[in-house]
């Protein structure tokens, strides 16, 4: 389904974004992983700093597949 907005505070309380665990528990945050994926990295990415670190990086990223296909927009343009 849609996701909600991934902040660059999300590291804080992590209140913008809480998954329900469809049995009735209290909802949890998104793992780094998670927001990795939301945002469109590949599972190769690596993440190679701490959680709080990994949650503002996510929440200020362009997602790769955006500019994948704005560059492939552009590029023609720029070399005519």
């Known amino acids: 389904d849609v996701a909600p907005t991934i902040t660059h505070r999300y590291y804080k309380d ?5 998954i329900d665990d469809g049995i009735g528990r209290n909802p949890r945050k998104i793992t780094p992983r998670e927001a990795a994926r939301i945002m469109g990295f590949a599972d ?9 670190q990994a949650y503002k990086q996510f929440g200020n990223a362009v997602c790769p597949p955006v500019v ?3 560059g492939r927009q552009i590029v023609p343009l720029i070399c005519n």
């Open 14 to 18: 992590g209140s913008e974004c809480l």
């Open 68 to 70: 994948e296909s704005v």
């Open 44 to 52: 190769e990415f690596a993440i190679p700093v701490s959680d709080t």
